[in-house]
């Protein structure tokens, strides 16, 4: 039998990626107290994807980029999760 390498999503992003990813959270989108509605993860996953700098990602990869920027969603249930983003984020001005 030949022993099979870890297995890794296809779906997981490439190193530099993640890193450009997380960086535009970080600049773009500020949190706040109370959940925001209006910009769900898909919502802000477009608004990535048509940054001059953005790129495709897909939903479920924008939501692990969400939680590594520390930000929690506030029912996981959903598809499209909501966050406590606050309408003065850079991005959403």
């Known amino acids: ?5 870890k297995d890794t999503s296809e779906y997981e992003l490439p190193d530099i990626q993640k890193n450009a990813l997380d960086n535009w959270i970080a600049l773009n989108i500020l949190p706040q107290k ?4 209006n910009y769900t993860s898909y919502a802000l996953k477009l ?7 953005g790129f495709f990602i ?5 939501k692990e980029a969400m939680i590594r920027c520390d930000f929690s969603p506030v029912n ?7 966050f406590r983003v606050s309408l003065k984020s850079p991005e959403l001005k």
Not at 34 to 37: L, M, Q, R, V
Not at 76 to 82: A, H, Q, R, T
């Open 1 to 5: 039998m030949t022993k099979r390498k």
């Open 58 to 62: 897909t939903n479920k990869q924008f």
């Open 34 to 37: 109370i959940s925001n509605k």
């Open 76 to 82: 996981k249930n959903k598809l499209n999760w909501d």
């Open 47 to 53: 608004l990535f994807e048509q940054t001059p700098d």
